[in-house]
Every structure is written in structure tokens, then in C-alpha cells.
């Protein structure tokens, strides 16, 4: 296909599109590269070919495949193989029809969806509802870099060499820079807290807010500083005409499309993902808004960073947009826009120009100074242990690929100097390799869960309030629930955490929910919840739901359970059973999230492996026969202490079966000591026969597992320690033969499929960290 323009009317140009292949002139091979589908493909070919050939070598010093795109787009630049320059009159010598037009073309597309994307990803709720420091940090890591390099922007001025730049755009170039260096961009904080997997901590949901406040801040001042620049350097006419612009758009955003966009919600059934039409209606409209943003001299991420302000995180349209673009964003378009944007690197420029720039250098490292110290002071005022002040000045510091966008459109607009420009893309590239590495020296997110009190059942006074935590990821999760809080006729306290798996946007969010929430009322099965579990006698009861990642939901658990100075969790195992008592399937994502609370969980934790009667009698208000098997150690005594918390229902009969092995009597450790004191109490305290008990004698593994196996048949839920201590007998047969490790050896027989028994099984551990 060819395309003809013509040039005053009177040269013909010829503009093709697609070759014949290497055959067209086998003399001169390289002709296919002066059509246009060709050269982008071959461009976008070396692209990938060097970020990969890059990220292989970085990647053993764990270093994310971000600057192996910067690093891949210099090799492409001036230094070596010039990739810009030897594209550019491939195709004709027409500008408008510049080899690098069509590449360029799909950079702008990336830097746009990614924009509007990681907007959309972000909660508007967070910069305001996690208190007042991060507004303050916000705040004054914008003003105090902003104003303290203006104030020493005119110094030297005299020295400047009118052959690098006039003195008027050196000042100008020296305003880029320190608002640049005063900014921070989403997406970059994003892709920090992302890469250390820290987006759910304390530290990412404080540095997430400050960023979106400074970030409000710094296009608030761009939009005027780009108004002003046209008073100044075009007309006053046109400086109006962009303003008027300016305040037209955000009407529209904010009168029209986002009624427009509720009334999509609304008719969006729920539970349901929205229509195509309007996922796509969206991104046509965001990439219309950058078109309009540019035609009124703006930056052409202003109108996507609005549009994805307005559009509500999560299901069903934030999902949607993630599922059809993200990956084509992130995966393609992105390392495009990266290499591209570098490629206009001359490290040359630096060595040739270094005297020229050496007080941009000084007004970069001044102004990053004064940012961290403006982002650490008040986290210290707050009383944050220094280590994780330190980590947020880094993180509000931090630049990488959003910031070379802001500097190549600088670039273009010819506001700062090539060598300015590579310059700062190296700092971005450091800053993209080192921060990370840095951070994960000084910050561990785990720190957060780590317990100056014992926060278990067993540390409890005797007539003291439970604070249990119970999570739900299923409806068949409530009916479990309540039947085991209903075994206490003692007061409990009870923070109920619906956990949904997060899809639409990258910041996990955390509703209260009570009787005027909004959120309540639409979602039947959290309203079904919430009055089930109200009905519940001696009950105190929150609800919350946390939608989050599959990999991050163990930190919403203990988070919440740290807030809530709960005692136990109790969770379901992920093991389900048909009604008849067949086995039905295992959920791996629940049996992971297990797994990582029993890592990290700050106070005690059960899971709960219901087969079905267990959960049906409680309905019924039938007597339940509850067994505790005790072999030894802390996990068993936590056990214990949970079960005799249950003694006075009269529903509820208790027995205490003691595994006794022929090692015992060798036992004089502490953990031993400990465990007969608890026997000893117990024979004491309950003569009145609340609990009954029994010793079976066991020689090994296998009479362990035959013992357990009869013993299942007579109750209706037991009740067992994960981990048994020094105590434990020899179970080496038996844990070649586990299934599910995270329920401990015991744990596991009474779980297994092939039991023939209907009996539920509750797996505690004490406390870990402490």
C-alpha cells in the first residue's frame, strides 16, 4: 500500500506501507526498512531483543526488568547503534513522515494508558483516610524542595555559556529540574512498593498517600506554571484561552462523565463484569482527552490523570480495564515507551557539556536532600522508628520511568538541554537499580507483626474477654463460623474479615462495615453475614472487608488482627466436603494464604477443617461432643486453654484424650514441666466433671495413627496442637505420608479423605511472634 503527499503542492513524496520481504532486492536487503511496517517492526524487535539480553545479565543481582529497558533504549541511542537517527529518513524526507513517527506514536499510547491506569488502580479514599500525617508529609515534600531551589535557582547566572543555552532558558531549565526533582509520580511509588512487595504495609499505605497528595500538588503547579510559560512566551490571549480550556475539562470530567460513568455502574447487574463497549468507550475517551489536554498546550497526562480519579477502583469497570489493558500496557507498550524515550541519550553530552550542567547537578542533589529530609521529619515527629523514616525519604525521593516522560516532553519543548536530559535519566536509572536493593536492607514489612505482648487464649485471665478474628472467603464459610463461636457462653469479642481477591487496581482497600454503610446494603451476601452473625448471643461483633491481592492477604489478616488485639484467628482450612460426606476439593490459594499466616499471624491461630455435621448440629442445637488430643508442647496446651473456655455450655460435652508414648518418661525438659503443671491444673480445677479424661498409651507411628482414627468416630469436632514439642512420638512414618503440612501431623490424619468419619477438626497454633 503507498501513500502520496506532496509538499507546496508540487513534490510528490511516496509513502509505503508494506514490502515484498528481503527478495524485493536481494542486492540491497536493507530497501524493506524504507517501508513503514518493516522498519516498527524491526525497531520494536531490537527493543525486546536488548531488554531481554540485558535483564538476563542484571537480574542475577535482583534487579527488575525496568532498567533493562533504560539500559536497552541507551545501547539503541547515540552511543552505539543510533537507532533514532538511522531510522529517521528511512521512509522519506518529509518530517511528518519520520521513521520514528510510528514508534513514537505507540510511546505516547503507552505513556498514556500507563498514566491512566495506574490512576485508576489507586483508591481516592487514601490520601485522606489514613490520618494526618500522611497530608503533612505530602505537603511538605512538595513545598519545602519546590521553594527552598527556587531560591538559589538565580545564583550564577553570570557564568552561563550563551553557545550551551541563552540565559533565559538556563532558568528555565533549572525550574524543569527542581520541579521534577520536588514532584513524585504514582506510578513510580507504585512500582517501588510493587517490586518489594510491600504495597500492603504500613510504610507503602503512609508513602501511597503522601505521593497522591504531592502528586495533586505538582500538576496543580504544572498546569499554572504551563499558563504562565504561554503569557509569557506566546500571548496573553492564548494563556486565557488555555485556562478557560483547563476549567472546560475538568467540568466535563467531573459533571459529565462521571454521572455518566455511575449510571454504567447501575446498570451493570452485580456480580457481573460491565460491557465491553464501555471498557473500550473509556480508553477512547482517555486517549481523547490527551488530544484535547495538548491542543491547550497542557501535558497530555492531564487528561487521563483526571478520567482515572473519577473511575472507581476494583469490580466492575477498574477490573475490567485491568484484565483487557494492563498486560498489553505493562508487558508491550511500556518497555516501548522506555527504550524510546533513552534513546535520546548522549552520555557524550555529559563529558563534553559537564561545566555547563555542573549547577544543574548541584540544584538536583540540593533539591533531593532537601525533599528527604522534608519527607523524614515529620514520620520522626510522629514518633516512626528511625529505619522506616529513612525508607519513606527514599521512597518520596525515588524516580524512574514516569519522570523520563516528564523529561523528554521538557526535551521537546526545549526547556532543558540533551545533556541535561541524560543526566537525569541516569539519575532515574540508579535510582531504579539502587532504591530497591536499599530498601530492602532497611525495611522488613514483617517487623509490623512481631508482638511485645503474649497474645494468645493460654496468657489470658480466666474470666477475661475472648477477641477472636474470623475470616470468610465463601458463603459456606458463615454457617462454620458461627456454630464454633457459639461452642463459648462466655463473652467474646468478634472481628469478622470477608476476604475478596483484588483484580481492578493495585492498592488493597479495607471496609468497616456496619448498619449505615453504603457498602452493606449492596452487597447481599455481606448483608446476609452481618445479620447472621448479629444474631449470636454474648457477641460482639465488627465487620470488615478486605479486598486485596491473592499474595497479600495474609498481611490484611495481620494487620487487622494487630489493630484488633484479637488473641486467635480462625480460618477455614480450604478442604470441602459434599453434604453426604464425600470429599469435594481443595482450594490451593486458601490452603497458601494458611500457610503464610502460620508465618507471620501475631497472636495465636485455628484452622478450622469442617466435613459438615459439625457445622449442621450447631443449627440444630443438638449436644456436641468436643475431643482435645494432647500430646505435649505449647501448641497443645493453646489447645487445651481454648477448649476449657467452653466448659460451661451446657450443650458442649468435653473430653481430654492424653497420647502417652514409651519416650515420656525420658522427657525432663522445660516444655515437659510445662505440660505436666497443665494435666496437674486440670485433674485440680475440674472435678465437678465439666471435662473428661483419658490416656491411651501409643509405642510409634502407626499405633498413633490407629489410635486416632477410632477416637474420630466419637466425636464431632476435635480439637488438636499443630506442632507437639519434644513430646511428639515418632512420627517420621507418618510425615512422609502428609498431605496437608500446615495442619500438622494430627491434624492431617483427622483431615484426611479416606477417614471413615464425619468429624471436624480444629488445628491451633500459640503465638509465633513474639
Known amino acids: 500500500m503507498n ?13 509505503n506501507i508494506s514490502s515484498n520481504g528481503f527478495w524485493e532486492n536481494l542486492k540491497s536487503p536493507d530497501v524493506i526498512f524504507g517501508y513503514s511496517l518493516p522498519l516498527i517492526e524491526f525497531q520494536i524487535l531490537l527493543i525486546f531483543v536488548f531488554s531481554v539480553l540485558v535483564h538476563m545479565i542484571i537480574r542475577c543481582a535482583g534487579i527488575s526488568p525496568i532498567p533493562s529497558y533504560m539500559i536497552a533504549g541507551m545501547i539503541l541511542g547515540p552511543q552505539l547503534f543510533d537507532l533514532r537517527e538511522e531510522s529517521s529518513r528511512r521512509l522519506s524526507w518529509d518530517p511528518v513522515l519520520d521513521g520514528n513517527a510510528s514508534l513514537k506514536g505507540l510511546s505516547l499510547c503507552g505513556n498514556i494508558m500507563l498514566a491512566f491506569l495506574m490512576t485508576v488502580k489507586i483508591s481516592r479514599r487514601l490520601a485522606f483516610n489514613n490520618g494526618s500525617l500522611p497530608i503533612v508529609i505530602g505537603i511538605f515534600s512538595f513545598i519545602v524542595p519546590f521553594f527552598g531551589g527556587l531560591s538559589f535557582r538565580n545564583l550564577y ?3 552561563i555559556d550563551p553557545l550551551y543555552l541563552p540565559a533565559k532558558k538556563a ?27 510491600i504495597l500492603n504495609s504500613e510504610l507503602g499505605r503512609l508513602v501511597l498517600s503522601s505521593s497522591l497528595i504531592s502528586d495533586i500538588l505538582s500538576v496543580t503547579a504544572g498546569t499554572l506554571a504551563h499558563i504562565a510559560g504561554t503569557y509569557k512566551n506566546k500571548s496573553p490571549m492564548t494563556a486565557y484561552r488555555d485556562f478557560i480550556g483547563v476549567v472546560v475539562l475538568i467540568l466535563i470530567v467531573f459533571c459529565i462523565l462521571r454521572p455518566a460513568i455511575d449510571w454504567i455502574l447501575e446498570r451493570t447487574p452485580e456480580g457481573k463484569p460491565v460491557a465491553d463497549m464501555y471498557v473500550h468507550a473509556a480508553v477512547v475517551t482517555v486517549l481523547a482527552s490527551a488530544a484535547y489536554s495538548m491542543f491547550f498546550n497542557q501535558q497530555y497526562l492531564l487528561g487521563p490523570f483526571l478520567i482515572g480519579i473519577i473511575i472507581p477502583e476494583g469490580p466492575p469497570l477498574g477490573s475490567a480495564l485491568e484484565v483487557k489493558y494492563d498486560a498489553l500496557t505493562m508487558k508491550v507498550l511500556t518497555p516501548i515507551s522506555i527504550a524510546f524515550s533513552t534513546m535520546r541519550c548522549d552520555v557524550m553530552k555529559i563529558i563534553y557539556e559537564l561545566d555547563d550542567i555542573t549547577y544543574n547537578i548541584f540544584l538536583t542533589v540540593f533539591t ?7 519527607s523524614m521529619l515529620p514520620c520522626l515527629y510522629y514518633r516512626i522508628p528511625l529505619k522506616e523514616a529513612i525508607s519513606a525519604g527514599l521512597l518520596l525521593c525515588s524516580k524512574s520511568f514516569s519522570e523520563i516522560f516528564f523529561y523528554e516532553s521538557t526535551l521537546d519543548e ?29 525495611y522488613d514489612p514483617n517487623r509490623k507483626y512481631v508482638g511485645y505482648q503474649k497474645r494468645n487464649i493460654m496468657s489470658l485471665k480466666p474470666n477475661s474477654d475472648i477477641r477472636i478474628l474470623t475470616c470468610l472467603h465463601k458463603p459456606e464459610n458463615i454457617s462454620v463460623a458461627i456454630t464454633f463461636l457459639k461452642l463459648f457462653p462466655s463473652t467474646i469479642m468478634v472481628t469478622v474479615l470477608h476476604l475478596v481477591k483484588l483484580i481492578g487496581k493495585t492498592v488493597p482497600v479495607l471496609i468497616t462495615h456496619n448498619r449505615k454503610s453504603k457498602q452493606l446494603l449492596n452487597n447481599s451476601y455481606i448483608h446476609t453475614a452481618n445479620l447472621a452473625f448479629s444474631q449470636l448471643e454474648y457477641v460482639t461483633m465488627t465487620m470488615f472487608t478486605a479486598l486485596t491481592h491473592e499474595n497479600l492477604m495474609y498481611d490484611e489478616v495481620c494487620k487487622l488482627a494487630l489493630e484488633q488485639a484479637t488473641s486467635m484467628i480462625i480460618v477455614p482450612s480450604g478442604r470441602k466436603w459434599t453434604i453426604d460426606g464425600a470429599f469435594e476439593s481443595d482450594d490451593e490459594a486458601i490452603r497458601r494464604l494458611n500457610e503464610l499466616l502460620l508465618k507471620n499471624s501475631p497472636c495465636s491461630i485455628g484452622i478450622l477443617v469442617d466435613r459438615g455435621q459439625f457445622s449442621r448440629r450447631g443449627t440444630r442445637k443438638s449436644n456436641i461432643e468436643v475431643g482435645v488430643i494432647f500430646i505435649g508442647g505449647k501448641d497443645d496446651r493453646e489447645a487445651l486453654s481454648l477448649v476449657k473456655r467452653m466448659k460451661h455450655n451446657p450443650r458442649i460435652k468435653i473430653t481430654l484424650i492424653r497420647i502417652v508414648s514409651d519416650r515420656e518418661t525420658e522427657m525432663t525438659n522445660w516444655e515437659y514441666i510445662l505440660d505436666h503443671e497443665v494435666l496437674e491444673d486440670l485433674r485440680k480445677t475440674e472435678a465437678t466433671n465439666c471435662i473428661a479424661y483419658t490416656e491411651r498409651f501409643v509405642n510409634g507411628g502407626p499405633e498413633v495413627a490407629t489410635t486416632i482414627r477410632l477416637l474420630s468416630k466419637d466425636f ?17 512414618g507418618l510425615k512422609e505420608w502428609i498431605e496437608l503440612p500446615e495442619l500438622g501431623v494430627i491434624g492431617d490424619l483427622l483431615a484426611a479423605t479416606d477417614l471413615n468419619s464425619r468429624v471436624s477438626v480444629l488445628v491451633v497454633q500459640q503465638q509465633q511472634q513474639t
Open 414 to 442: 526545549s526547556y532543558i538541554s540533551q545533556a541535561t536530559y541524560t543526566f537525569l535519566v541516569v539519575c532515574a536509572l540508579i535510582n531504579s537499580g539502587i532504591i530497591p536493593a536499599a530498601l530492602a536492607t532497611l
Open 171 to 197: 532558568l528555565a531549565e533549572r525550574t524543569v529540574i527542581i520541579t521534577t526533582q520536588s514532584a513524585i509520580l504514582l506510578p513510580t511509588i507504585t512500582y517501588f512498593l510493587s517490586e518489594l512487595k
Open 157 to 159: 547566572t553570570n557564568n
Open 368 to 374: 533531593g536532600v532537601l525533599k528527604m529530609v522534608s
Open 3 to 15: 501513500t502520496t503527499t506532496y509538499i507546496d503542492g508540487c513534490i510528490p513524496l511516496v509513502f
Open 716 to 732: 464431632d469436632l476435635m480439637v488438636v496442637g499443630r506442632d507437639h514439642g519434644m513430646a511428639t512420638p515418632d512420627f517420621s
